[in-house]
């Protein structure tokens, strides 16, 4: 006889988040220890808690393997940033951007200028994590040259990156969240500028203020230094300009973001062989292990270094560790329980957007995928919003602030593990000061809970659902 698996109670499908929950808290801040294990230990809690509810092993064992080939996509696009990064170093390109941003930038308003800079690019591309990837890697490098934090500049880049995102037409999560609420796109953009605009300006607000009264900044001395050591070290020709524009043009005529970063790569191989006369060996062995050059100067030595194929192996490891745990909870239905009891408190219109936004959040906790925050809350909630007489539009933006803005802020997620990775500054570190993606999700529970900009339409009868 075939045995059905059991459907877990909420109290079964809480234990493996409490599970990881306990263990990254040992783990991290008790022992010192990365998040890799951690998450392998929350997954063994989950496998064998799915096995006590009779799921077969094979199945067990399928799900996780599900769960890893949603992130697929963004590892191939995290080698691809490591190549990109090395090849741009090594090329030129960064340090271009850098010596430029040096001379252009004041400290007082840097933090303003790397978000409205990301905002304007990610926009025009649509896509957050090539953003980070190109522009903001030399954001951070102008950072560290000016002496502002590189906790504030990753804030003010993530931010940036994901206004863009958020409203491009360009954006695959833009383009999702609109089809999974069956909302028209430029209906689901136009009602989303209700949360985002004010979002932005708060947070821009927020950026002049702390680049106003921050005081730890470079000289001018040390500053020329900077230039000098640059301009001695790298023919800082306008021909590297095409690097990063090569980049913006794929992602306008919508080649896939990772054809577009390779293409920005391998243009940065190019300059290097053809502009810096770096020989091929070196630029094959800066594509691996990353760039480490020797300008002379420590302070730029250290600025420059990094990408390359083998910088991504930690993060990558990250990733496919709490995907595989992520999968284990969907697989065994532990996820779906979690939500359903949340949207079962959801008595109001205002409880409902709460929920909406915390069950976007809490996937991008346990499932670690952005996707899937918006992918499973807008099946789950489109009869719910009918139900309370809520327009479509309010749920398809309840999908964006909660899901795909908050998905940077954990460190295990996809995007949180991608921002690490090319901006070299973690998510516990950059998330205090991401102003735009914190307020985002605040804003529109806010929204929610006075009923204000919450269109409304007939209610449907639980009867006519069919």
Known sequence: MIRTPRTPSLVVALLPILAVAGFLVLGIRVLGADAHLPLILGSVVAAVTGKALGFKWKSLQEGMVRGISVGLPSVLILLAIGLLIGAWQVSGVVPLMVFHGLRLLAPEVFLVACCLICGVVSLATGSSWTTAGTIGVALIGVAEGLGVSSAMTAGAVVS????????????????????????????????????TVPSMLIALVAYAILGVSSD?????????????????NYQLSPLLWLAPL???????????????????????????LTIQKVPAGEVVSVLQSG????????????????????????????????LSFGGLMEATGMLRVIVE????????????????????????????????SIILPGRMYGAAYARAGLDPRSLSRCL????????PLIPWNTCGATMLGALKVGPHLFAPYAFFNLLCPL?????????????????????EEA
């Open 160 to 195: 940036g990156s994901y206004f863009g995102d958020k409203l491009s037409p360009l954006s695959d999560t833009t383009n999702l969240a609109a089809a999974v609420a069956e909302v028209p796109l430029f209906q689901h953009i136009r009602y989303m500028l209700w949360t």
């Open 216 to 232: 730890d900044q470079s000289s001018f001395g040390e500053i020329s230094i900077l230039l000098d050591a640059i301009e001695r």
């Open 246 to 272: 090569s980049v913006v043009v794929c992602l306008f005529f919508r080649v896939p973001a990772l054809g577009a970063i390779l293409a920005g790569g391998l243009a940065g191989m190019i300059f290097a």
């Open 291 to 322: 760039h480490a050059p020797e300008t002379g100067l420590a302070r730029l030595d250290e600025l420059l270094a990094g990408g390359g194929l083998e910088s991504m192996y930690w993060t990558i490891g990250l990733i496919l560790c709490a």
């Open 341 to 372: 009891a949340i949207l079962r408190a959801a008595t109001t219109s205002g409880r409902l957007v709460l929920a909406t936004l915390s069950s976007a959040l809490g996937i991008n906790l346990v499932a670690a995928d952005q996707y899937l």
């Open 400 to 407: 964006e602030d909660g899901g795909t803005v908050t998905s």
């Open 443 to 463: 804003v529109s529970a806010l929204l929610g809970l006075t009923g204000w900009t919450m269109r409304r339409r007939p209610v449907v009868d639980p009867g």
